[in-house]
């Protein structure tokens, strides 16, 4: 199995939420950044990248969540979040696979604020 | 166009691309707009060339690809005539080794500009490393954009124990 790079941004304010002890453990709350569908042809550098947002369903029971497609919306935009989730993950930053920050990459969403304040580039 | 044999036959037009004479494997590099490629990626079944029959075209590989190719041996032809023709005609040297990727042992700091040039951010992906606890909180403080590139070996889209949040 071959590691694979994403472009992630890392969220203070959920990390301080969720991980109030995230100077001792490394652990931060980073949201995953996609490529938009549209600029698959360009090169990394000059790839308009958006939050990655699916549609989910969770159970009533054991709140499991499942996840359901790809839905794009514009950074800007905040969709219902009865409907729609986005991607993601409390990583160990201190292990291996760490690298930046990338200065030839621009994302199209500014420095996350649990995701409120997305303003196209 | 009309037949020779038939002088009060009916005369057809058509198009002079109609009329290439060459089978669809000698086309030129930028392809006419002939009949086959005219319908190409279509339901409509290619419209038998006009001149086949008159012409006795059976069938283009007897016509044009003979059992016995002609000898294209040639004592001039693709040869070398100097010494730089020599030289590339000689078998290429695969014992070079290169040399091993750099170590990062720490987050560069890509902030600035012309840090860009210097340490481009391919050559950076190639041998990461563990990073301390603080190095990665003042890195992370640094950021503006709060932006990394993480490598992850699980198979990412089929993951369902995974933490997340909705706004």
């Known amino acids: 199995m071959r590691p694979r790079w994403y472009l992630i941004q890392i969220d203070m304010i959920s990390t301080a939420e969720l991980n109030p002890q995230w100077e001792e453990t490394g652990r931060y709350v980073c949201v995953f950044l996609a490529r938009h569908p549209t600029d698959k042809d360009k090169s990394s550098e000059f790839v308009r990248w958006w939050p990655d947002w699916y549609r989910y369903k969770a159970c009533k029971q054991s709140q499991e969540i499942s996840y359901g497609d790809h839905a794009l919306f514009r950074p800007s935009v905040i969709p219902n979040s009865g409907k729609y989730i986005q991607w993601a993950e409390e990583l160990d930053l201190t292990q291996t696979g760490l690298l930046g920050p990338p200065s030839t990459l621009k994302a199209s969403v500014p420095p996350t604020e649990h995701g409120t304040k997305f303003v196209k580039l | ?167």
């Open chain 2, 1 to 167: 166009m009309q037949k020779l044999d038939i002088p009060d036959s009916a005369i057809r037009k058509y198009k002079s691309a109609d009329l290439y004479l060459l089978p669809p494997s000698l086309f030129p590099p930028e392809p006419l707009d002939m009949m086959d490629q005219r319908y190409l990626n279509y339901k409509n079944a290619p419209i038998v060339s006009p001149l086949r029959k008159p012409l006795g075209i059976e069938m283009y590989n007897e016509m044009y690809f003979h059992s016995k190719p002609p000898n294209t041996m040639s004592t001039t032809a693709d040869l070398p005539s100097n010494t730089i023709d020599k030289i590339a005609f000689k078998v290429h040297d695969r014992s070079t080794t290169f040399a091993a990727p750099p170590n990062v042992t720490s987050i560069p700091d890509n902030t600035s500009h012309e840090s860009t040039w210097q340490t481009p951010a391919v050559e950076q992906l190639l041998e990461p490393s563990h990073v301390s606890v603080i190095d990665l909180h003042n890195t992370v403080n640094v950021s503006t954009d709060k932006l990394f590139l993480r490598s992850i070996y699980t198979s990412w889209h089929n993951a369902t124990s995974m933490v997340s949040y909705t706004n």
